[in-house]
């Protein structure tokens, strides 16, 4: 902003104390081309903002899938099978971290919980962390399953919510890992560029010195809308207005604990 103001005063200095405004410019073409980029910016924000709002859904469904899972397995499992209930509790918050920081593209090994029924090692040496966690929470599942402490019936009912946290995460995964087009974004910026860049000369001969502060604002707003635009679109990451993923999964483990009846202490 500093730079396009210093190059729009200079522009203002030449045209009206050295040519004398004998330079006669037009803002017709600008009011046609701004048309034009704020339907490119709405279309942009908008694709943005969709992908923002579509990996919140996601998120929501992880917390509903994770409660109606330990509602399922405490409705199913006798109140004095406390190992298990630890095991459930553990995999299943373990989960929602390792989704969370896979989608941030860091490791999250050293925040898991673990105990001696799946210490540390168990959850090395993969490059998918979630799906080696989702994979022994099937095994204590089919377990449970084999021994005979889950029929048929409830068998195929926590089948279906296990595989609800796959669908998620690939859900998750395709917003990460499709970007908006890089030559869209690119053309956007370079159209900002060459709107402001222009709009001095056909501002000074109507506005004056005033066409200064406008200018300035103008980019303030069109540059704003771009950002704004590319902080959102990546809704999994650590910025202020990505998504509270830390707070749902401390939100995820403590309705998790208290659901499968265990004490409050981790």
Same mark, same amino acid.
């Given at each position: 902003?500093?730079?396009?103001?210093?190059?729009?005063?200079?522009?203002?200095?030449?045209?009206?104390?050295?040519?004398?405004?004998?330079?006669?410019?037009?803002?017709?073409?600008?009011?046609?081309?701004?048309?034009?980029?704020?339907?490119?910016?709405?279309?942009?924000?908008? $694709?943005?903002?969709?992908?923002?709002?579509?990996?919140?859904?996601?998120?929501?469904?992880?917390?509903?899938?994770?409660?109606?899972?330990v509602m399922e397995l405490n409705?199913?499992? !006798?109140?004095?099978?406390?190992?298990?209930?630890?095991?459930?509790?553990?995999?299943?918050?373990?989960?929602?971290?390792?989704?969370?920081?896979?989608?941030?593209?860091?490791?999250?090994?050293?925040?898991?919980? $673990?105990?001696?029924?799946?210490?540390?090692?168990?959850? $090395?040496? $993969?490059?998918?962390?979630?799906?080696?966690?989702?994979?022994?929470?099937?095994?204590?599942?089919?377990?449970?399953?084999?021994?005979?402490?889950?029929?048929?019936?409830?068998?195929?009912?926590?089948?279906?919510?296990?595989?609800?946290?796959?669908?998620?995460?690939? /859900?998750?995964?395709?917003?990460?890992?499709?970007?908006? !087009?890089? /030559?869209?974004?690119?053309?956007?910026?370079?159209?900002?560029?060459?709107?402001?860049?222009?709009?001095?000369? /056909?501002?000074?001969?109507?506005?004056?010195?005033?066409?200064?502060?406008?200018?300035?604002?103008?980019?303030?707003?069109?540059?704003?809308?771009?950002?704004?635009?590319?902080?959102?679109?990546?809704?999994?990451?650590?910025?202020?207005?990505?998504?509270?993923?830390?707070?749902?999964?401390?939100?995820?483990?403590?309705?998790?604990?208290?659901?499968?009846?265990?004490?409050?202490?981790?």
């Open positions: 902003m500093l730079g396009v103001a210093i190059f729009t005063i200079l522009v203002e200095i030449v045209l009206i104390d050295l040519v004398d405004l004998r330079y006669k410019g037009s803002y017709a073409v600008h009011s046609l081309l701004g048309f034009v980029i704020s339907l490119l910016l709405v279309f942009r924000t908008n $694709t943005a903002y969709e992908r923002w709002w579509e990996g919140r859904k996601l998120w929501g469904n992880m917390v509903n899938n994770s409660r109606n899972l409705a199913y499992l !006798p109140e004095n099978e406390k190992n298990d209930r630890e095991d459930l509790w553990l995999l299943i918050s373990n989960y929602v971290l390792s989704a969370k920081e896979h989608l941030r593209n860091s490791s999250a090994l050293l925040q898991l919980t $673990t105990n001696e029924r799946h210490p540390l090692s168990a959850f $090395t040496g $993969t490059s998918h962390l979630p799906a080696r966690i989702l994979s022994r929470l099937y095994d204590l599942v089919s377990k449970m399953y084999r021994e005979k402490r889950i029929n048929d019936y409830e068998f195929l009912n926590l089948n279906h919510e296990l595989q609800e946290f796959t669908n998620i995460i690939g /859900a998750c995964e395709r917003i990460k890992n499709t970007p908006i !087009p890089y /030559a869209y974004s690119i053309f956007i910026k370079k159209f900002i560029f060459i709107y402001v860049m222009t709009m001095p000369f /056909a501002f000074v001969s109507d506005f004056g010195y005033w066409a200064i502060p406008i200018v300035v604002f103008v980019f303030y707003v069109l540059s704003s809308l771009e950002l704004i635009a590319e902080e959102i679109e990546d809704p999994f990451g650590r910025d202020d207005n990505d998504l509270s993923t830390d707070e749902l999964c401390v939100t995820i483990s403590k309705n998790t604990r208290e659901i499968l009846q265990l004490d409050q202490a981790s």
